[in-house]
């Protein structure tokens, strides 16, 4: 009897270890348990820890709790401005109320994958290329707010969105590349021209500082002496400025109060009387050559 008695006990007591076995549990620190009795859901979710099942009649999902990095894959659009682009990005997100994910959808990772490319192919044709190269903030909102109306009703939220590149045609990039060029001349022309413009502008006050000051332009001359020799040149280039002439001419002019010679008075020319000037044209006139008288033998032989 006694040994029947402890035979029956260590059979129970085997069962309830098998039991205890097959219904136990453990679910992780970042996962939840969802419990369906007999295909049914079970209202309450279980927690981290040790947790105990109707071994063949309940069946327990766990569902990871932990934010979620998906890539996206790049996805091939026209923008508004008619450019061909290729735009790949990346969804963080996590599982909020684990029943409505194991329950509403049949994969959420692979709902919210799907949902992810329809949105961005949607958002590349909403938006401009500019806009998809610098105004990638308000890019990714929209994109997040565009997965995340869908996804609250599976359990899920989306925690963040961010395009990771934008890939652009070689013919783009080019013309994007002369572009930028012709903007950095043209800006550097402007600076340029604003630095003529202000150096003009002090080289003027100092024309008139030296205007005022004559000596002043004599010591910037002799400055600037100072400086060409001391290259050690074989030819020293010295410019004369006007200014230093009219200074010079300046300090030889008489000083006041110093008598001054009265300058001679012209030649007045006398008056000549007519017969002395008829004598002058005379004798400018040419002389007419003397005539000879012809021998009288000449002139009888002529006349015979």
Known sequence: MVEELVAAGVTLASAGAVYAMAAARVVKQYERGVVFRL??????????GLTMVVPFVDRLRKVNMQIVTMPVP?????????????????????VTSPAEAIVRVEDYRFAVSQ???TSLRSIIGKSELDDLLSNREKLNQGLELMIDSPAVEWGVTIDRVEIKDVSLPET????????????????????????????SKKLAEAAQQMSETPAALQLRLLQTVV???????????????????????????????????????????APVAPQMAE??????????????????????????
């Open 74 to 94: 790049a996805q091939e659009g026209i923008t508004r401005d008619n450019v061909t682009v290729r735009v790949d990005a990346v969804v963080y997100f996590k």
């Open 39 to 48: 295909g049914r859901l079970r209202p309450e979710v279980r927690g981290p």
């Open 279 to 304: 004598q002058s044209v005379q004798e400018q006139l040419p002389s007419a050559p003397p005539v000879l008288d012809p021998d009288p033998a000449e002139a009888k032989s002529g006349q015979d």
């Open 172 to 199: 783009m990039k080019r013309s994007m590349a002369r572009q930028a060029e012709a903007d950095r001349e043209r800006r550097a022309r402007v600076i340029n021209a604003d630095a003529e413009l202000q150096a």
């Open 227 to 269: 400086a060409v020799a001391a290259e050690k040149n074989s030819t020293l280039v010295l410019p004369f400025p006007v200014e230093l002439l009219r200074f010079l001419e300046r300090a030889q002019q008489p000083v006041a109060g110093v008598p001054q010679q009265a300058p001679a008075a012209p030649l007045q020319q």
């Open 115 to 117: 949902m992810a490319q």
